[in-house]
C-alpha cells in the first residue's frame, strides 16, 4: 500500500513536470471555469490549497502546474492546514505566521479570496502535544480563556481583512455517540458549549464583517444520523445563547466509509435534506468546505470508478445545493495528486485514489462535469 508521500513521488517519477505544466494549462484554459459557474448562480468556488513539508510537492503549492489549475478554477482558496493550531502555534507562547501569510500573499496577488480554517479544532487527537500537555495552573479557566481569545484575536484579526469566511470551531462533536469533545483546553474553561461561545464571541470582535461558520463533517450516510441530530442540537443550544453563529460548514466528505463500503447504498436522500431544512430554519446560512468522494469501495476499472463518483457527487450536489442559503462549494484540493485521501483508509487493491475533479496529470474528470453540471442547475442565490 501507498501512503500519500509514496504516491506523490511516484506520480512525479512517472509524469514529467513539463507535461503536467502543458496538461494544467491546457484544462486551465476550459471554459467557463468552475468559479465562473458559481459566479453565475451567485456562490463561490475554491479549493484547499496547502504548502506540504519544506521540499516536497506533497502540498501542492510548489507545483506551479498545480497553482496555475488553482489560479484559473477558484475564486478563493483555503489553507489546508496552515492556519491551524499545530502549524501555526507550535508552542503556548509562539505563533509561526509565515506559512499561512505565504499562502495569503500568493492568494491575494492571483485576486482570489481566502477562507480561514480553522480557530478551534475541538478534537483532541489534533490538539498540539504541547497544548494536550499544558499546566493551565491554579485558575485553570483564567487561564484557559485568556488563552483562547488571544489566539483567536491574534489569527482573526490578523488576516480580518482579507479572509471573509471563518471556520471558527471544527469538529466539536464525537459522531459515535453525538456528544461533545472535550480536550485540554475545554476542560480548563469548564467546558465546551463554553469553549465554542468563547471562541465565537473573540471572533466577532476581531473579524466583526466576516462570516462565522461551525464546521462539521455529518453526511447524508445512514451511519450519520446521530451525528446529524446532535449538530442541530448544538446549533440550537449556542442560538439560544446567543453566539455569533453565522453559518454550518458541511465538510462534504462523501464516498466510502472506514470499512470499504460504498455509502451510495446507504444514503439518506429525504432525511440530508430535511437535515438542511432545519438547519436554515433555524437561521443559519450553510457552505461546503471540504467537498471530495473517497472512492475506497469502487471498482478498480478507471472508467467505472470515475462514473459512479461522477454519478454520487451529482446527486449529492443537487440535493445540497438546493438549498440557496449554500454560498460557497470548496473541494479539498482540485487534482487527484495531491489529496488527503491519498494517505488514509487505503483501497484494497494498493490503487490511488480518484476523488477530486482533476486527475494527477492535471485533467479534467467525470466529477468535474458533475460539479459543473450541479453548479448550473443550483437555483440562483441572492445577490
Known sequence: MMDRRQFVAAAGATLALPSLISAAAADAQVVPSLDTLAKARGMRFGSALGLGKPGTLEGGFADPAYR??????????????EMKWGVLRPSADQF?????????????????GVRGHNLLWQHPRWTPEWLTAHDFGSQPRVAG???LTEHVTKVAGRFADVVHSFDVVNEAIDEKTGTL??????RAIGGTIETIALAFHAARQAAPRAQLVYNDYMSWAASSALHRAAVLKLLGELKARNVP???????GHIGSNGAGVATTLGRQTEEWRSFLDAVTAMGFGLLITEFDVNDMGLPADIAVRD???????????????????????????LSDRYSWLQGTSPRADG???????????MRAKPLRDAVAGALRAMPMRAV
Not at 96 to 112: I, S
Request: glycine letters at 6%.
Open 245 to 251: 453563529v453565522d453559518a454550518l460548514g458541511i465538510q
Open 96 to 112: 509561526d505566521f509565515a506559512p499561512a501569510d505565504r499562502l495569503v500573499a500568493w492568494a491575494k496577488a492571483h485576486n482570489l
Open 145 to 147: 480563556e485568556k488563552m
Open 351 to 361: 490503487l490511488p485514489k480518484r476523488p477530486l475533479p482533476y486527475s494527477t496529470a
Open 68 to 81: 496555475t489549475l488553482i489560479a484559473a478554477q477558484c475564486g478563493l482558496i483555503v489553507p489546508e492546514n
Open 181 to 186: 469533545r472535550e480536550t485540554s483546553l475545554s
Open 307 to 333: 462514473q459512479a463518483v461522477g454519478e454520487l457527487a451529482g446527486a449529492y450536489l443537487d440535493v445540497t445545493l438546493s438549498h440557496p442559503q449554500v454560498d460557497t462549494l470548496m473541494c479539498w484540493g
